[in-house]
């Protein structure tokens, strides 16, 4: 996907699942859905983290490395709204 879309943001790819595992974001695909994501390559996809997925999350971090905002839903549809991304980089910017 980066280089379809010639993106420059650095990108983290979870290979093994540590970083979802470390934020506590992971979640198991229950056995009933299995077979349809199965449909779309899964466990193969990323066999190293098999049935196993990561909760969408958002995390605003300021440069001394504390989070100013978080946002996690285990719906993957809802995501931390723009506005209030702004807004937490707003707040990081007034404190200098």
Do not use: C, H
């Not at 979802?20 to 994501?37: G, H, K, S």
């Not at 999350?57 to 723009?82: F, K």
């Amino acid at each position: 996907m980066m280089e379809k879309n010639a993106a420059t943001i650095p990108l983290l790819y979870d290979l093994d699942g540590s970083v979802m595992e470390a934020y506590r974001l992971a979640f198991d695909i229950p056995e009933y859905l299995q077979p349809a994501y199965a449909t779309m390559g899964f466990p193969t996809v990323n066999e190293q983290t098999g049935w196993r997925l990561p909760v969408p999350a958002t995390y605003v971090i300021d440069q001394s490395g504390a989070v100013r905002a978080r946002y996690a839903n285990g719906d993957y549809t809802r995501r931390m709204e723009p506005s209030d991304i702004i807004a937490a980089l707003k707040d990081i910017a007034s404190r200098g």
